[in-house]
């Protein structure tokens, strides 16, 4: 028997305790042997749970518990996450979490001490949430030489920027609609900011690299300035806006960025709308491979954590080799990588059009009736370049980065 210690009962923690008991038959059938939850720590009680009895409030419980072998961590954050974690693996036990700001954080550290310690520090579910993600990246594509990930990777932005687009509604409604049916939590910085997959596309690219990048270098902007006169002008040019985490590896240069995007309906994630999440991996030789599901959710999540919990099952002695190095990833500036631009300018095309053509090249335009501002839709350049180009105009109101 494999004894479990689940540190954390809150949504996903509850989650991995029942997909653990459901799926009790089948995970035994597949590990050859049962998975059972000896702790379950949490600061709070819960009289009347059927799991009262294994309630703990003293992690040092669970560190000092020589039967415990998995420890599976669902707390959230980085504190005291880190410090329990870190502690676990010291003392041994092999480690799960979907918890992407600590792997994001502290990953390097932790997948070193496992790797000294002959033990695993899994995580599955902190980037994709159901979706499994991590073990195509590391296994399934290993022979690849990824050259970039494209993804939508927060369901709550997702669900928002599908609201905008479908039913006309600005920021605000759509935001308060999403906190309403429990998408977005009462402070959704950390969704709408871009910081969630902010950390989640740097885990993938680090994966993808081998190489430590840290996240705070990330270019990352949210979508609380996208507006639904962004939606008309999109619905116009028979396109959408996503909030996309992008990674692209071309040769010994490296770029991670967040933001908006405007894409087109030939975008493989186009379709991918409401709290879904999608993720586009590109490989030199096996090309774009999709991965689209439930990247949040309670069993979701838990199921991905469960499925790590079964991959250590069969490396109770041995390390599995995943993760990245201590070596620092070098990652270039926004400035020098090159997109398409959606820009909104006051006045009327007929009147600034020459300009704006004469700055930025051959440019497509549109308007919507009774506005007193048009649109354009420039060709690829350097962000440096339109930078500089755009510090001349005094009348933008607005500008999306397009992958068109």
């Excluded at 504190?79 to 390097?108: D, I, R, W």
């Excluded at 932790?110 to 949430?129: H, M, P, Q």
């Excluded at 308060?176 to 709408?192: C, F, H, I, S």
Aim: net charge negative; with cysteine.
């Amino acid at each position: 028997m494999i004894q479990v210690a689940v540190m954390g009962y809150g949504t996903i923690g509850s989650g991995v305790v029942e997909v653990l008991e459901v799926n009790r038959d089948r995970i035994a059938e597949k590990t050859g042997q049962e998975i059972a939850v000896k702790y379950i720590l949490d600061l709070r009680e819960f009289p009347g749970d059927p799991h009262e009895e294994k309630l703990v409030h003293d992690f040092s419980v669970i560190e000092k518990d020589e039967e415990v072998q998995v420890v599976v961590e669902t707390m959230g954050g980085v504190n005291p996450a880190f410090a329990f974690v870190k502690a676990c693996l010291m003392s041994g036990k092999h480690v799960v979490t979907s918890n992407k700001a600590l792997v994001a954080a502290h990953g390097t550290e932790l997948l070193e001490i496992a790797r000294e310690k002959n033990i695993n520090f899994l995580f599955e579910a902190s980037v994709g949430g159901g979706i499994p993600l991590i073990r195509p990246l590391t296994q399934s594509l290993a022979g690849e030489q990824i050259q970039e990930i494209s993804g939508i990777l927060n369901g709550t932005t997702n669900y928002i920027l599908s609201k905008m687009a479908k039913e006309g509604q600005n920021f605000e409604t759509a935001l308060r609609k999403a906190q309403e049916l429990g998408y977005a939590e009462r402070n959704p910085e950390a969704d709408v900011e871009g910081f969630d997959t902010c950390r989640k596309i740097t885990i993938l690219t680090a994966l993808a690299t081998g190489r430590e990048v840290n996240y705070e270098e990330v270019s990352t902007e949210g979508i609380t300035w996208i507006t639904d006169t962004d939606f008309k002008y999109a619905s116009v040019l028979n396109t959408s806006i996503k909030l996309f985490g992008t990674s692209r590896v071309e040769g010994d240069n490296v770029s991670v960025y967040v933001c908006p995007m405007m894409i087109g309906p030939d975008h493989p994630l186009f379709g991918v709308n409401d709290v879904y999440n999608g993720v586009m991996v590109r490989g030199n030789t096996v090309g774009t491979v999709m991965f689209y599901g439930s990247g949040a959710g309670k069993l979701p999540t838990a199921s991905a954590v469960v499925s790590d919990i079964v991959e250590i099952a069969g490396h109770l002695a041995d390390n599995i080799a995943i993760g990245w190095t201590e070596r620092k990833q070098e990652l270039m500036p926004m400035e020098a990588l090159s997109y398409r631009y959606f820009i909104r300018f006051a006045g009327t095309a007929k009147e600034k059009l020459p300009d704006i053509q004469a700055a930025f090249g051959k440019v497509e335009t549109a308007e919507l009736p009774g506005m007193d501002e048009f649109a354009v839709l420039t060709e690829k350049m350097p962000e440096k370049r339109y930078r500089k180009l755009a510090a001349a105009f005094t009348d933008i109101r607005q500008m999306i980065r397009c992958d068109l």
